[in-house]
């Protein structure tokens, strides 16, 4: 039976100046105390509860939790074998500005109205960014995950009045971001350089690539990599020497992406075109 013990890790991820956490918690259990940031988090194991101006609250596995900045809560197990969490701290100012690029002008901070909130979808979105931030991930997967995320809590749960912008016809600006990709597609590639590349704010950028692409500017990439990758692979290169020259950051990387999108490993792929790996 799977047993946890008291343990809390904490990252500082530079990418997004972002702190997070995974912690298990069986004997400790938080004062009342307060952030000057955002706690967003997920338990992903056991039974969590905690009070939050004066009223008790229950958190299953995959109930997600929203405390806004300065406000009095606790945390503690509600049964015996205790709980694991996963928290992101993002700063007021993270998400104003994730707020403003929504309404396409500048906005307040998000408020949000409900603490406790069950959304199959919103702890996808939270579990898959915070595996990302935890691991050795692309940076261009990284921002766009983080961007869906926020954007997702706060159109659906903060008390605002968002007026989001209306997509419009943006085929040619997709066009010349394709040809910076096909162009720089060995080079790191974030959000805000492609976003920048054709003068839009990222998160609009986001929706107008998939809109009119059918996959977001991340998974873009990473097909282009690995139609590259097969080209090289074919004359022959190795693999350590592909996945350097199309852009992934490690032969793990390499092989991750090329399974996915061909079905087959590099290595395997190397064989059957009678290439070495």
Sequence with gaps: MFQLQDRRRYWHHAQLDMRLMIGAHV??????HTHDHYALCVVDHGLQSFTHKGTKYYTPPNGLILIN?????????????????????????????????LQGCPSTAPFFQNVRI??????????????????DSDPLVV??????????????????KLSPQTLGDERRAV???????QSNYGARLDLAALASEVGF?????????????????????QNVRVQRAQDLIRQGESLASVAH????????????SFKRFVGITPGAFASQMGARS
Excluded: C, W
Aim: glycine share 4%.
């Design 27 to 32: 004997n400790y259990a938080y004062p009342r």
């Design 175 to 181: 066009q010349q971001a394709i040809d910076y990709i």
């Design 118 to 135: 069950d959304d199959t979808q919103a702890t996808r979105h939270f579990l898959q960014l915070h595996r990302a931030l935890t691991t």
């Design 201 to 221: 704010s990222r998160y609009y950028f986001l929706r107008v690539f998939h809109q009119t692409v059918g996959m977001p500017p991340h998974a873009y990439v």
């Design 245 to 256: 020259a199309v852009g992934f950051s490690n032969q793990s990387h390499l092989t991750r």
């Design 143 to 160: 921002e766009t995950l983080y961007f869906n995320t926020m954007a997702y809590l706060i159109e659906h749960y903060a008390e605002l």
């Design 69 to 101: 900045p300065d406000i009095v809560h606790t945390g503690e197990p509600a049964k015996a074998q205790g709980f694991r969490i996963r928290a992101l701290y993002p700063t007021l100012e993270q998400l104003q500005a994730v707020a403003s690029e």
